[in-house]
Each structure stands twice: as structure tokens, then as C-alpha cells.
T-cell receptor, first 118, second 112 residues
Framework: DAGVIQSPRHEVTEMGQEVTLRCKPI?????LFWYRQTMMRGLELLIY????????DSGMPEDRFSAKMPNASFSTLKIQPSEPRDSAVYFCASSPTGQGGATNEKLFFGSGTQLSVL | QKEVEQNSGPLSVPEGAIASLNCTYS??????FFWYRQYSGKSPELIMF????GDKEDGRFTAQLNKASQYVSLLIRDSQPSDSATYLC????????????FGKGSLLTVNP
């Protein structure tokens, strides 16, 4: 398996522009997570999908952020309009669901998207 | 606010030494504990998880958990330069079956 695939690897944009990050989870994994990593705040969960349904979006910083998962093999995270403080590495991770509905203990992370908003 | 604190590091050890990384957590109801390794510019990867008090060994790695003290540690024996990375402690609270709270990480450098 190719693992979790994210695109683009790097994105440089200007403040106010729309940014769309893409993720293809590992086939058969029904849990998908979007994380953001910065030096100041570390790795933070933005949103969690299970079976394509958003379960927890409490980590989404504000209305400028939105995420979708139209099918089991694709998810997007959109920022509109982008701001310099959104600059970070955005990771997508997937995991199979284990017994009792709990996600499997191992999260498989994609390579991340390094976002720079100027 | 559920917090995970990693106060050890940056840590520098010579090759062959034991590296000890520490983590404390605030949520007493936490059930599952994880150590992820992240090389510079790469994504995190799981290296250990532990649920019960005591030690869990996997090769050169040992995770130690003390729920009474809300403390989890990672020991790396016979440290190798390839172990140089940031180690992230992650905790899953008892109220969630999916949400991990990560510490900010501890940078380990193993000098040849």
C-alpha cells in the first residue's frame, strides 16, 4: 500500500487566498484525522471523520476552516481566506476502527503539507 | 484543558548510552499512552503504546507507565545515531475512543 497520500507537499500563498489540502487515506481505513503542527502549539487535532462522517470538528480554529470527506478515499481541508497565522504543517492520518468502535492504536500519517501564508 | 507535558530535552547522549524521555499528563482518566517518533521534516510514526502500569519492552525501547503519578516515560537502550529525532508523547483520555492529545515533543540527539 502507498500509505496516506497528501497533496500538495508545499503550498505558498498570499493572505486572503483560498487554500485546499488533499488527502487519500489508506484503503480500508475508516477513520481519518486532520492535524496541524506548529512549534508553538505542537500537534493539534482539527477534525475527525469516521466512515466519511465528521464526528468531532471542535479543533477547527474558526469558520475559515472547513473539511469534507465525500467518499472513503478522499478528504479535503480548505482554508478561506487564509491568514499568515495559518502557516503550519498539516497532516492527514488514517486508522482502521478496532473493537468497540475505538480507532486502532496506530495512526498512519501522511507526509504532510507545509503551508506558508505570506 | 487536557494537557500533556514533555519537559525533557533537548537531550543529547553518546552512542550506546541510555536515553530517557519523560511525559506527564493532566487527565487522570486517561487510558492509553503512546510514543511517536518524528524525524526532522517527516511525519510521526508510532513506536510504542502502553495501557497498564509498569514496563513494556520492545527491542531497545521500554515504555514505563505510572498512572498514580500521571507519568509515562520512554527509555532507549544502546542509543544509535539513527534514534536522533523528536519523540512525541500522546495520551488518549478515558472519555474518547479516538482523540489523542500530543505533547510538544522532546528532541533527542545521539552523538556518534
Amino acid at each position: 500500500d502507498a500509505g496516506v497520500i497528501q497533496s500538495p507537499r508545499h503550498e505558498v500563498t498570499e493572505m486572503g487566498q483560498e487554500v485546499t489540502l488533499r488527502c487519500k487515506p489508506i484503503s480500508g481505513h475508516n477513520s481519518l484525522f486532520w492535524y496541524r503542527q506548529t512549534m508553538m502549539r505542537g500537534l493539534e487535532l482539527l477534525i475527525y471523520f469516521n466512515n466519511n462522517v465528521p464526528i468531532d470538528d471542535s479543533g477547527m480554529p474558526e469558520d475559515r476552516f472547513s473539511a469534507k470527506m465525500p467518499n472513503a478515499s478522499f478528504s479535503t481541508l480548505k482554508i478561506q481566506p487564509s491568514e499568515p497565522r495559518d502557516s503550519a504543517v498539516y497532516f492527514c492520518a488514517s486508522s482502521p476502527t478496532g473493537q468497540g468502535g475505538a480507532t486502532n492504536e496506530k495512526l498512519f500519517f501522511g507526509s504532510g503539507t507545509q503551508l506558508s501564508v505570506l | 484543558q487536557k494537557e500533556v507535558e514533555q519537559n525533557s530535552g533537548p537531550l543529547s547522549v553518546p552512542e550506546g548510552a541510555i536515553a530517557s524521555l519523560n511525559c506527564t499528563y493532566s487527565d487522570r482518566g486517561s487510558q492509553s499512552f503512546f510514543w511517536y517518533r518524528q524525524y526532522s521534516g517527516k511525519s510521526p510514526e508510532l513506536i510504542m503504546f502502553i495501557y497498564s502500569n509498569g514496563d513494556k519492552e520492545d527491542g531497545r525501547f521500554t515504555a514505563q507507565l505510572n498512572k498514580a503519578s500521571q507519568y509515562v516515560s520512554l527509555l532507549i537502550r544502546d542509543s544509535q545515531p539513527s534514534d536522533s529525532a523528536t519523540y512525541l508523547c500522546a495520551v488518549r483520555s478515558g472519555g474518547s475512543n479516538y482523540k489523542l492529545t500530543f505533547g510538544k515533543g522532546s528532541l533527542l540527539t545521539v552523538n556518534p
